[in-house]
């Protein structure tokens, strides 16, 4: 079995429900000096010793305590010979059974481990994926922060490079006035070094330009990663219609500032003319702005100011001509609701 196999069956090792082929190769496998699979193992079991105490109390038999009384007074009556041969023989071997505990008492009930074992691997990749998220994010971050101090510096080299070239130009034009027999070779530098400083003006814009596209870039990148870093951000689920079985969305809602993340992914692409809708339904359908995919098939939306979550039933996303509507037109492919 491969690493990742392995990684996946971890929390049915630590309920012990593999069976014995499965536990042999997971057993190698952790002898085998994994890195990352002991500490995986070890948070798993810290999860499972706390799933008993999520079960209900179930009361004993009321009859129990009668019975237990009863056999104490027939044993404290009795002499001690015929409580000895009252008492059981061991087999050889058979006090190990008293030294292991037994299995945790929620190990027969499958349904509530699934349960347990589905919820704990939910919260670990959810947390895994965040965190991997914000860390791409502050790298991407980086390497923008890096391209845009040397493109900080090609501007400063430019505008160096175009004063200079300007002090070129008022020497020159003095060396016009002052040499009449040679204006035309003057006038043939003087068109060239002006055709060189418009087009050294040309990439100064062009740079400025490009550090402008940065800087908006860089200053999203940091919106969103203030954004995720949230402790209040609220998480909304979309999942497909009939329309996009395989599509699904997020919505991430933050109540301070009012302000949503939305991104969807496996979205069907986009027909001539048409645009998704993302609407929150109060009363009625309010739009909440329209959105594009890309080439992966995954659609972004940063919505300013969104609806009080408390008065929004649900959250739905419809096919629209482009530029949107007032109110929904086409099928519904996304749906859901806090």
Not at 6 to 15: K, N
Not at 19 to 34: I, P, T, V, W
Not at 197 to 218: F, T
Request: proline share 8%; aromatic share 6%.
């Amino acid at each position: 079995m491969e690493h990742e196999q392995l990684e996946e069956i971890l929390p049915l090792y630590v309920v012990g429900a593999l069976d014995r082929q499965e536990r042999q190769a997971l057993d190698a496998h952790l002898l085998s000096g994994c890195p990352t699979c002991p500490a995986a193992l070890k948070e798993y079991h810290a999860a499972a010793g706390l799933l008993p105490y999520a079960l209900p109390p179930n009361a004993p038999p009321a009859e129990l305590k009668a019975k237990l009384l009863e056999t104490i007074r027939a044993a404290a009556s009795e002499p001690d010979a015929t409580q000895a041969a009252r008492l059981p023989r061991l087999k050889p071997g058979a006090w190990l059974q008293h030294v292991i505990p037994p299995p945790p008492s929620w190990i027969p009930y499958p349904a509530t481990a699934l349960v347990a074992l589905l919820l704990l691997a939910g919260s670990w990749f959810y947390v895994l994926s965040i965190r991997s998220q914000v860390t791409t994010e502050t790298d991407q971050r980086q390497r923008m922060e890096t391209a845009l101090h040397g493109e900080t510096t090609r501007i400063a080299a430019l505008q160096t490079q175009v004063t200079e070239q300007e002090q070129l130009l008022v020497r020159l034009r003095d060396e016009v006035a002052s040499r009449i027999d040679s204006l035309a070779e003057l006038e043939r530098i003087l068109a060239d070094r002006e055709g060189e400083l418009a087009q050294l003006r040309q990439q100064l814009a062009q740079r400025e330009q490009g550090a402008s596209s940065l800087r908006k870039a860089l200053a999203q990148r940091d919106e969103m990663l203030t954004f995720l870093r949230s402790p209040t951000v609220q998480v909304v689920s979309l999942a497909g219609s009939d329309m996009a079985k395989s599509a699904g969305a997020l919505l991430l809602y933050e109540a301070e500032s009012k302000q949503a993340f939305f991104y969807a992914f496996n979205m069907p692409p986009l027909p001539a003319g048409k645009t998704y809708q993302l609407w929150a339904i109060v009363d009625k359908p309010v739009n909440a702005g329209i959105f594009s995919t890309d080439a992966g098939h995954k659609g972004r939306l940063i919505i300013r100011t969104m609806p009080d979550p408390a008065k929004v039933a649900k959250f739905a996303v419809s096919l629209e001509p482009e530029g949107g509507r007032p109110q929904p037109t086409g099928e519904i492919y996304l749906a859901g609701q806090l």
